[in-house]
């Protein structure tokens, strides 16, 4: 239960009360992020994590893809897609935990039609949409890998030291 784990979307000021943070996205902005971060706390550990495409070898990365989700940082799914060469020709951001309806995937999928385009999501927003065209929509499936495992593991030990 260390990753996630505690308060989830809380406002940034509450980082006072923390020890650590795990920061999970595609190393994107970390300087101004951190900047941010030590205002409030300049104590705390930041923990870094980079998400990992695990099924890369499930796409032809010569196709043009329509991607969508609603996950809260749709623009760091996009940028990871990018970073593995996928060509995106249209990207499209619902809520984070969206629920999609039939229409949504008719459109999607007419979108799609219109692009000459594959359509491509998240496990999360894939599994949201079960029974609803699903053979025709791909998923990424990821990984959160700890850039600096040691120190996510020193990190432990002193919790654990301490309790």
Known sequence: MVIPSGPLRENIKNLKYYNYIVLNGNLENLELIK???????????IIIGKYI?????DFDLNEKY???SGIGNHKSF????????FKVVKDIEYPDHYTYSKNDINELISISKK??????????????IKNQ???KIQFIKSKLEI??????????MRINETH
Not at 53 to 57: R, Y
Request: charged share 25%.
């Open 35 to 45: 900047k941010e971060i030590y205002f409030f706390n300049p104590n705390i550990e």
């Open 147 to 156: 850039i600096d495992p040691k120190k996510i593991i020193n990190a432990i």
């Open 133 to 135: 065209k699903e053979n």
């Open 66 to 68: 329509l991607v969508f």
């Open 115 to 128: 692009l000459n385009s594959k359509i491509i999501t998240t496990e999360k927003d894939f599994m949201r």
């Open 78 to 85: 996009i940028s990871m897609l990018k970073s593995y060469h």
């Open 53 to 57: 495409p695990t099924n890369l070898m």
